[in-house]
Every structure is written in structure tokens, then in C-alpha cells.
RNA sequence: GUCCCGUUCGUCUAGUGGCCUAGGACUCAGGAUUUUCAUUCCUGCAACAGGGGUUCAAUUCCCCUACGGGAUGCCA
């Protein structure tokens, strides 16, 4: 039982879920299903200055609708609970009190304003700007006094100034850090809350984690934290720090450079399938040279073993890619369903279900993404709209002889099918002498507005007998 | 500045002391298929950061330099 997978995502609420998080809640969930452990969500909801309204439902709502459940945490509980870090304060205060009397933290009485101040002057004096620890020789009269006085306080590691500290990481192997180098990290903020630093570590291991996966941004406090897991005695999670995503400059992944927020690729038309597919695939490969990944697949294959230790450019080319990808791969169905709101949004009427799904099966082989869905089946709604190059093939002979050919037979015929389209395409030749080019290209401009375009038979089936030859009589004797 | 981490085609990456003339994918270019477009397929372009070692042999091991990134918050 102790040897239980149990790793954990813990996001903070920040209004969205950043294509980052996704990539470390991915690779958590994936080694749970791998190892047939749990996956934890545990919100990090410690910052009050940042508390955003919405942000924790909006988070819930995009993991879950990207695909990525969870087995612990908010709404759904567990045995390890509450999953708010804001709710777990009085443990963590209990937890800041043994410290202190183990003489692991002390109470510090600086205010943010005179650390600001230290830390200007250290930068203008040319030194390392860091803590410099005046609280840390307070006398217990001292604190007592101050205690006494009510003056805000904020609770500091205390932690070893000689020495280095050796650790393994899964990714990284051996990583060594002086202690001369790391400050006395804040532990409880003025305000009572944990930092994450106190927080992170003690609910970890009250939610008995076996494996820390998060970012490389975390691997220089690692230090801070193994200092508690030693103090209260406890055995330290597996590290397992992952390489960042990174902007095309090469810079940490942020906004500013594009999109980073998973519900803005969703609500683009970016596929769950594909978007998971594609960050799985940023810093991490499998032995084979396979790139495309069901989630399932994934996690039959994923191995920490694999994780690369250099950043990752986030490349939106390929993301295209995978999209355009899972858009033709994957059952039309489906692909109506998710493509629907785009289609209500612009207005177009697609309550015929069975003329719905010949759209889509047309228009999804001509897209990446699926928010250009409508763009690209627009014709399919709205009648063409001619420029002067139009006009011109219009106007031409060959084209009018093709157009009157055309109007009057299928007028003859009773129901529209590829057959009948195609019977007429060959009459067009026979009767006509008009073949290749000379015959799609007017027709289909004069039905689909534009020369290039889906195979003519699809495009009057999905017309119809009488919009085509509505069309048609449109661009009849054209002026 | 200091500490930590990293460095294979433009990008994601495979790779190992000899199998490397360094493999795959995206992008790009060319070609084939298609009435056209898209798809698909084929071909091509393109990389071991630099310098020292170690070794019979180094892209692979060690050191240095350079470059990049992260941390350095009462943010996470």
C-alpha cells in the first residue's frame, strides 16, 4: 500500500489553464494510468491577492472537457481531502508551530517595505540581493515582545548556511546546491496563509504523493523543501522536474507571444485528442518514431525514463498538423458535434442533419482548425458573389452554352444523386465537346462561387436540385 | 550579479564510444495522384555550439568557454 502511484497536479487558479499546466497535468495523469496509481487535483488557492472569481470552475471546466480526469480532489473528494489549499490553513499553522519549536523557523517582524528597501540598497551596493536574516538572530525576549505588540509577522525557514544538499531527480539525475545560496524562505505569510513552498510540501506528503512531476521552474527551491521533509522527519517524494515550454524566442511560454491558455485553443477549434497529443509529444518521445498518439495509447507507452532535459518551443505548425489530422481522422460524428457551435455562431442553418454531415465531410478535409470550418462551407449557404475575373469566365461562350445544358436537364431529373451528376458531367462532353477544366471550372464557380473546391458531385448534392438551379439561372444570360 | 539547469536540422526529437554517409516528424521546395483545391504518396533541403582532453575510435565520456533558460518574492 505505501508503494501506491500517487502523484498530483496542483494548479493555482489564475483564471485559466496555461498550455504549461496542461502538459504537467497530462504527464501526471498518464503516469498514474501507466502505473495503475492515482491522480490527484489539489488547488493551490494560497496567493489572496490573487484570488480571481470564476477561475477555480473555469479550471475544472477545461480539464474536464479537454479529457483529463482526476481521481481525488474538489468536487469529487477523496480520502485525503479538503483539495483547497485555502481550506487546510489550520494544518499548515500546526505544522509552522512544530517548526518553530524545533527551531527549523522563526518569526520575522520585517516589513515588505524594509526587505524592498534591503533589496534596492544590496542591488545598488552591487551584492546578491537576498534576506539578510536580522530576524533570524532575534532573542526570545525580543520576539516575545514583538509577539506581544501584535506587530505583523511572517514565519521563515531556518534553514543550514554551510554545506550542500544532493538530490536525484528523475529527469535531471544529480543535482547539488549550496545552502550559502538559498534564503530563508517565508513559510506563513503576514496574512496567515502558507507560502507554497510550506504547503506544497506538507500536503504532499499528508496526500501520500510518491512522485513530483511539475516544472523545471521549481528545481532551485527543491532545496527548501527537502530541508522540511528532514526536519518533521518524513520521506520525500521522487522528483521529477520537467523541461519548460518555451516561446519561439525561446523565452519561458507566456502570453504576449500567442495564445497559452487551453480554452482559447479549444474555443479556436484546437481537438482535446489533438492538443494532448501534441504537448504529450513537447519533451517527451518514445522509442519509436510514432507522433500520433491516442490518450489511451499514451498512456500504455509513457515513461519518465523518456522526458527530454532541454526546453521545448511551443510550434503551433505542428499542432496545426495533429489537428488537421484528428479532423479527418476521427468519426464525422463527432466531428459535426463539436463543429456545431461554430455553424450556429454564423448564422447558418444547418437543421437539416443529413445535409449537415455531408458539409462537414466535405469541409473538415480542408481545414486545420475547426473555427474555419464555416469559412471554408460558407458557398454551402450563401449564394456566390462575383468579382470581374468571375464575370468574365461567366460570360464566355463555352460557359452559358454549359449553364442552359445544365439548367434544363436537371430540371428533367427527379432526385439528386452522384450518378445523375455524373451522367450529366458526361453529356456535358459528349453533347458539348467540354471536358476537363473547361467544364469544372465554370460550373463550379457558378455554384461554389469559386473554381477550386470540392468534387462537383458532393457540391449539388449538398445544394440540392433547387438551389442549384437557382444558382444557375442566376449566372444565366449574366450581365 | 549569484546559484541551478540545459545545448543534435528553423522547430519537436531519435541515437550510440565504432552500426552515423547522424534517423523520424512538422515546416519549406519539387514531383506523382486528383477536373481543380484539399488529402495521400514519393523525393529533396537542413543539425551533433566552440575548444581542449581521455581513447585505437567521440555526436556519445571529462574539463573549459560561449550561448540559452530558470531561480533569486509575504506569486505559484
Not at 223 to 235: D, E, I, R, T
Request: charged share 30%.
Amino acid at each position: 500500500m505505501s508503494n501506491e502511484i500517487r502523484v498530483r497536479f496542483a494548479p493555482s487558479p489564475t483564471g485559466y489553464l496555461h498550455v504549461g499546466s496542461l502538459r504537467t497535468a497530462l504527464y501526471n495523469y498518464l503516469y498514474a494510468k501507466k502505473t495503475g496509481g492515482k491522480f490527484i487535483l489539489r488547488i493551490e488557492d494560497t496567493d489572496q491577492t490573487r484570488y480571481i472569481e470564476g477561475a477555480v470552475e473555469n479550471l475544472l471546466n477545461t480539464l474536464k472537457s479537454i479529457g483529463l480526469e482526476y481521481d481525488e480532489g474538489p468536487e469529487k473528494g477523496g480520502d485525503y481531502g479538503p483539495y483547497f489549499q485555502s481550506q487546510r490553513t489550520a494544518i499548515y499553522r500546526k505544522y509552522a508551530n512544530e517548526l518553530i519549536e524545533k527551531d527549523a523557523a522563526y518569526y520575522c517582524f520585517c516589513t515588505p517595505e524594509q526587505l524592498e528597501k534591503m533589496r534596492k540598497e544590496q542591488i545598488a551596493r552591487g551584492i546578491d540581493a537576498r534576506y539578510d536574516e536580522r530576524c533570524r538572530k532575534l532573542s526570545k525576549d525580543e520576539i516575545k515582545e514583538n509577539l506581544a505588540k501584535g506587530k505583523p509577522y511572517v514565519i521563515r525557514e531556518k534553514l543550514p548556511k554551510e554545506g550542500e544538499i544532493v538530490f536525484y531527480d528523475i529527469v535531471r539525475d544529480r543535482v547539488a546546491i549550496k545552502w550559502e545560496t538559498v534564503d530563508d524562505q517565508v513559510l506563513i505569510k503576514s496574512d496567515g496563509f502558507p507560502t507554497y513552498h510550506l504547503a506544497n510540501v506538507i500536503d504532499d506528503h499528508l496526500m501520500k504523493i510518491s512522485h513530483i512531476i511539475r516544472g523545471e521552474e521549481w528545481l532551485s527551491s527543491v532545496p527548501k523543501h527537502l530541508f522540511l521533509y528532514n526536519v518533521f522527519g518524513w520521506k520525500p517524494p521522487k522528483m521529477c522536474h520537467l523541461p519548460l515550454l518555451l516561446n519561439p524566442d525561446k523565452s519561458k511560454l507566456s502570453k504576449r507571444q500567442g495564445d497559452v491558455a487551453v480554452e482559447d485553443f479549444l474555443a479556436k477549434g484546437y481537438l482535446p485528442e489533438a492538443l494532448l497529443n501534441f504537448v504529450a509529444l513537447l519533451g517527451w518521445h518514445s522509442k519509436s518514431d510514432e507522433e500520433l498518439y491516442t490518450l489511451e495509447k499514451l498512456e500504455q507507452e509513457f515513461s519518465l525514463k523518456r522526458i527530454s532535459k532541454s526546453g521545448a518551443v511551443f510550434d503551433i505548425e505542428k499542432l496545426n498538423w495533429i489537428n488537421g489530422h484528428y479532423l479527418r481522422s476521427l468519426e464525422p460524428g463527432y466531428i459535426a458535434i463539436k463543429a456545431r457551435p461554430y455553424f450556429i455562431k454564423a448564422g447558418y442553418d444547418i437543421s437539416n442533419e443529413e445535409q449537415y454531415l455531408k458539409i462537414i465531410d466535405v469541409a473538415r478535409n480542408r481545414i486545420s482548425v475547426l473555427s474555419d470550418i464555416t469559412k471554408i462551407s460558407k458557398p454551402f449557404f450563401i449564394e456566390p458573389d462575383f468579382n470581374e475575373e468571375d464575370k468574365m469566365l461567366i460570360n464566355e461562350e463555352n460557359s452559358q452554352k454549359l449553364y442552359s445544358f445544365w439548367f434544363e436537364n436537371l430540371k428533367e431529373i427527379e432526385t439528386i444523386s452522384d450518378e445523375a451528376v455524373n451522367n450529366l458531367l458526361q453529356r456535358s462532353t459528349e453533347e458539348l465537346g467540354i471536358k476537363g477544366k473547361d467544364l469544372y471550372f465554370p460550373l463550379r464557380l457558378a455554384l461554389f462561387g469559386i473554381v477550386h473546391g470540392p468534387e462537383f458531385p458532393a457540391i449539388i448534392n449538398i445544394l440540392g436540385k433547387d438551389e442549384t438551379i437557382k444558382r444557375l439561372s442566376n449566372v444565366l444570360d449574366f450581365e
